[in-house]
Nanobody
């Protein structure tokens, strides 16, 4: 069992930056692929970024590539999403997730964080 607790988020102007931490409980955090998804009003939940259990590989949605960075610290049971050069289109509720193997679709997630709002104004 893994519980994910998110913090961070908030409101920022376009071209600004925000960081989202997600802290996991349990001793098996380091064995899970971790990912971030987001859901804007009226839209489906979509993949943002994922990182392998040992942080040897990461994947990004085309829309955030070059602007967002996912990282993890297994000693602290924490995964981070650093978001730079934010655009109004990035406005959404962001969720961290844990799963096995490749985690690029919501159906692959076994555990979810509670979500945090990110609002980007122009």
């Amino acid at each position: 069992q893994v519980q994910l607790v998110q913090s961070g988020g908030g409101s920022v102007q376009a071209w600004g930056s925000l960081g989202l931490p997600c802290v996991a409980s349990g001793r098996t955090f380091s064995t899970y692929t971790m990912a971030w998804f987001r859901q804007a009003p009226g839209k489906e939940r979509e993949f943002v970024a994922a990182i392998s259990w040992g942080a040897s590989s990461a994947a990004y949605a085309d829309s955030v590539k070059g602007r967002f960075t996912i990282s993890r610290d297994n000693a602290k049971n924490t995964v981070y999403l650093q978001m730079n050069s934010l655009e109004p289109e990035d406005t959404a509720i962001y969720h961290c997730a844990a799963g096995r193997g490749t985690l690029v679709t919501p159906r692959g997630a076994q555990y979810w964080g509670q979500g945090t709002q990110v609002t980007v104004s122009s």
